[in-house]
């Protein structure tokens, strides 16, 4: 199985109180970064069978703007194990259940996200982690096979920019003028 795990976009600044801060949205950037990061995916020819997303508005909103720019047509699973509060016990039994599908995009939140993907990277036997840093709205691509998993990408915010911005102007027709005759 592919596994992408996608961290939400940029939802602004945190509410002091956990009930508001549960139905806090994507701002404008996090909204403009969704899109960037489906048109790249679209361009690698990257197909989801799977969908989803911790229940807090802020991670369904990165999954439905991605999916749906990406033409995924099927409904966006919610997951507690993908939520703020989820332990690593959760997650592994979510993964367990999508090993029938070969390419599965999870989005969630930080730090437990951030610590499932080091836990999936080193095996369990090792007394540390693997430290990876993953941004708002970066996400990784681990080939889930026997025995610990296989980092194959991570797409930064600043990456999915760059490409992006390269990919609409090579996309852009060429027009030569010719010089006006006298």
Known sequence: MNLF???HASAGTKRTNPVIDVRRPLDRDGKQHCLRLAHVLSATKIQFDLIVSSPLKRALQTASLVGTEMGYENQILL????????AFPDFQKLLHECEPHE?????GHSPNLVNFLGSLLVPHSARTLAQVRLRKGAIARLSLARGPATLQSLLEPRLVRALYSSSIKSSRRKIVRKPARK
Do not use: G, Y
Not at 79 to 86: D, I, K
Not at 103 to 107: E, H, Q
């Open 5 to 7: 795990i996608l961290r």
């Open 79 to 86: 997951s507690t194990a993908l939520s703020p509060t989820a």
């Open 103 to 107: 390419n599965v995009l999870v989005v």
